[in-house]
């Protein structure tokens, strides 16, 4: 074979690969969407990462975050029985007995769309659950005498002091001299009383300085933190800090550094969900690369219409526009790049909850796709898909086999792939196994890969005739 037929081989191998990738990712964006894989795994490294279940609990339903809903009626019954299959399975167990009105409860509880969450705002979550577990402790003695002492206007003005002194957007000397300015001097002597043990809490923290003060909410709300593990690594980051910014800064840079090994988890993740999605396509279709090779190679007809067909679909665009653009991504917090696929990078999107996307719809979308692609496969005259045909013909006569060798030979037949039936089945077994292995392989690059470099060859190809 020349060079050229050689290129030929190669565009359609690619254009199949594409075809196929595009099958495989469109299954796997739907499925990824039904059953907010990302937004799950994201939830189960942050229930790693926050040890301390309180805490957890207060960061899930923060309003910045707002990772779960309590809404049961968002899962469905089969959705919980289909995760519990396994289990039945292993235990013996009836699905009436497992699947009990606490189970449904516990598993029923919704994800909302968060695919990541951006380090500064996990931050800010951080300080202020615990700034809002210090205002119970230390600054509420500060806060029953500005409501019992201070009468209106001051009233009013001081408890919003209290507050941000609470979140740490206040020092305790700016407040200090906020005190100086009440009219009333027995109003100064009660507030300043109050304050005094707020201002001992910070001499106790060795926070001397006027900034360093602001941290007082985080390391005082760490006090009723009961993990000691997490206590002690929040502790760790903040107190070295010399204001409120760099201890958000240093929560940040922790956050990251937990969510990178995270993003690695789930990219291998989604390399073996890949996998197993290609390699059941695959099976299905048989789609075998060796015999689709083979094909190509001694079929000039097959493989001239399957380079015109590949040449039309680029030039056309038609391609292009059944390639997914909008595909769950493998990592827990953003990267730089676009999101072509679902072994690709990602696009950055909001760290606040986005709107739901209606599976019915995806689904919808996802079935059109599917079948464009299949239509598209079956035009090409492929040498794929399954048979049972039982021959007439003697594969173990001895002799010239040479009319039967195509017959016996025939890798989409499976009755010869019984050892009664076929005396080369287990060459034939080999060949089948590792056929459909580098289709699966093939399968799991994704789409966007075999798309972009059949669009380079394409053209590569045309510039050069």
């Known amino acids: 074979m020349t ?37 799950r795994h994201l939830k189960r490294g942050l229930e790693t990462l926050l040890s301390d279940p309180d805490i957890r609990d207060l960061f899930m339903r923060h309003p910045l975050i707002n990772l779960v809903k309590n809404q049961p009626a968002q899962r469905s019954r089969w959705e919980v029985i289909f ?26 509880a919704s994800l909302t769309r968060v695919d990541w969450i951006d380090p500064a705002i ?40 209290v507050g941000l002194l609470e979140s740490g957007s206040f020092t305790l000397d700016e407040f200090q001299r906020e005190i100086f300015k009440l009219g009333d001097p027995s109003h100064r002597d009660e507030l300043q009383k109050a304050f005094d043990q707020v201002d001992a809490r910070r001499k106790a923290l060795n926070l001397n300085s006027n900034e360093g ?79 689709i090779a083979r094909t190509l190679f001694d079929d ?19 391609l292009a526009t059944l390639v997914p653009t909008a595909t769950p991504t493998p990592s827990p917090t953003p990267d730089a790049t676009a999101d072509p696929g679902l072994n690709e990078g990602m696009s950055a999107q909001q760290a606040t909850p986005t709107p739901e996307t209606n599976p019915i719809e995806d689904a919808t979308d996802a079935i059109i796709r599917v079948s464009q692609v299949v239509d598209l496969l079956l035009q090409l005259n492929l040498p794929i898909g399954w048979e049972f045909s039982p021959l007439e013909v003697d594969c173990f006569a001895e002799g010239d086999l040479q ?63």
């Open 3 to 39: 060079g050229i037929g050689i290129i030929e081989v190669a565009i359609g191998l690619i254009f199949i690969y594409s075809l196929l990738s595009i099958m495989a990712t469109t299954l796997n964006t739907i499925i990824a969407h039904i059953f907010k894989t990302r937004a």
């Open 213 to 291: 003060s602001r941290i007082i909410p985080i390391l005082e709300g760490l006090r009723s933190v009961n993990e000691e593990g997490f206590r002690k690594a929040i502790k760790v980051l903040v107190s070295s800090a010399r204001s409120l910014e760099e201890a958000q800064t240093q929560l940040e840079s922790w956050f990251d550094q937990r969510m990178d090994h995270l993003s690695d988890l789930y990219k291998r993740t989604i390399i073996i969900f890949s996998l197993l999605i290609g390699l059941i396509l695959a099976l299905l279709i048989n789609a075998d690369t060796l015999q």
């Open 83 to 108: 995760r519990f299959i396994p289990s039945f399975l292993r235990r013996g167990e009836s699905a009436s007995a497992m699947y009990s009105a606490q189970t449904v409860a516990q598993e029923t």
């Open 122 to 161: 996990f931050s800010k979550v951080i300080t202020d659950i615990l700034a809002e577990k210090a205002a119970l402790t230390l600054y509420a003695p500060l806060s029953e005498v500005v409501e019992k002492v201070l009468i209106e206007p001051e009233r009013a003005r001081i408890e919003h002091l």
């Open 403 to 465: 009319e039967s060798r195509l017959l016996c030979d025939n890798t989409r037949n499976l009755w010869l792939l019984g050892p009664d039936n076929n005396p080369g089945w287990f060459g034939m077994l080999l060949r089948k196994i590792i056929g459909i292995a580098l289709t699966t392989l093939a399968i799991a690059q994704g789409a966007p890969f075999w798309f972009d470099l059949l669009n380079r060859l394409v053209r590569g190809r045309s510039a050069n005739t």
């Open 300 to 318: 000039p007809s097959v493989r001239s219409a399957l380079v015109a067909a590949a040449n039309q679909s680029v030039a056309s665009g038609d």
